[in-house]
C-alpha cells in the first residue's frame, strides 16, 4: 500500500468519523460486534490515529496497542494520547511483516487493514501474524468494504463517502478509490476491494475458523436523527461488511 497517501491525510483522518456512515452505522456496528473488552488485551491492526484504540481503553480494555504503517497516523494518535492519557500504546509497523509479541492477545481487530494487502500472498502473511499474535480462541473482527457493493448501485453519498472503480485490478480484487466527504476537504485514498473468496481463503489458510460476515445495522440514534427511509441507500446497498472468526 502506499505510506504517503495515508501520511498526507495525518490529522483530517480524526474527522472520518463524523462522517454519517461512521457515526451511525460503522461505529456502533463494529463496537456491538467486538462486544465487551473489559479486562482484555487488544491489538489494534490500521489502527490510523487511533479512534478504536481509544475506545476499547475507555471501555475497560486492560491493555491497548495500535500499530499503523502510517508515522504521521501513529504521531497523531500519540498527541492524542499525550493529550487525553488512556494508558494506549502505539507503534509503527507492517501487519504484513508484524514482529513477534512477548504475550498472545485476547482480541485483534483490523479496521480496513486486508484491503491494503497487494496481492493473496500478502493478505495471507497478515492473516498469519495476526493468528500468531492472538490467543488460542480469541477472536479477530474485520471491517472492510463489502465485496458484494454496486458501483453502479445506490451510492453511499448522502452518509459522507464516494467510492469509485479506478479500472486497475490489484491481485484480491479491483481497486478502489474511497473518497471521504470532509466539509470543504475532501479526502482521497485508493486500496483494493477483495473479494470474498480472498478473505476467506486468507484467514482459513492462517488457521482462522467459525468465519462469519456480519451486516452493518444503522443505530436507533440514526434512525431517530433521519428517519427509516433516509438510510434506505444504504440498506440497498451496503458499503461496508464486517467478518469475525477464531483463531
Known amino acids: 500500500m502506499s505510506v504517503q497517501q495515508y501520511d498526507e491525510i495525518g490529522e483530517a483522518y480524526e474527522g472520518f468519523k463524523s462522517l ?34 481509544r475506545e476499547f481503553k ?5 491493555e491497548v496497542l495500535g500499530i499503523d504503517i502510517s508515522g504521521e497516523m501513529i504521531a497523531v494518535a500519540q498527541k492524542l494520547e499525550e493529550h487525553d492519557p488512556l494508558g494506549v500504546h502505539y507503534e509503527v509497523g507492517d501487519a504484513s511483516e508484524l514482529r513477534p509479541f512477548e504475550q498472545r492477545f485476547d482480541v485483534a481487530v483490523g479496521v480496513h487493514l486486508l484491503n491494503y ?13 495476526v493468528h500468531r499474535s492472538l490467543k488460542p480462541g480469541a477472536e479477530f473482527f474485520v471491517v472492510n468494504q463489502s465485496p458484494d ?32 466527504l470532509l466539509d470543504g ?9 477483495p473479494r470474498r473468496e480472498a478473505h476467506e481463503e486468507s ?44 483463531a
Open 20 to 53: 454519517l456512515l461512521e457515526r451511525y452505522a460503522a461505529v456502533p456496528s463494529f463496537l456491538a460486534l467486538v462486544g465487551d473488552v473489559r479486562g482484555k488485551s487488544v491489538l489494534d491492526l490500521a489502527s490510523g490515529t487511533g479512534f478504536y484504540s
Open 58 to 62: 475507555r471501555r475497560g480494555a486492560a
Open 117 to 129: 494487502a497487494e496481492d493473496l500472498a500478502t493478505m495471507e502473511r497478515m492473516c498469519r501474524n
Open 149 to 180: 457493493f454496486r458501483f453502479d448501485g445506490p451510492s453511499p453519498e448522502k452518509y459522507g463517502f464516494r467510492s469509485e472503480l479506478t479500472g486497475e485490478e490489484a491481485g484480491t480484487g479491483p481497486r478502489v478509490r474511497t473518497t471521504a
Open 185 to 193: 476537504n475532501p479526502v482521497s485514498f485508493v486500496s483494493a476491494l
Open 203 to 246: 484467514l482459513r489458510a492462517a488457521g482462522f475458523s467459525e468465519l462469519t460476515w456480519v451486516p452493518l445495522e444503522v443505530s436507533d440514534a440514526g434512525v431517530r436523527e433521519f428517519g427509516a427511509d433516509f438510510w434506505a441507500d444504504f440498506r440497498a446497498n451496503p458499503p461496508l461488511e464486517m467478518l469475525r472468526c477464531r
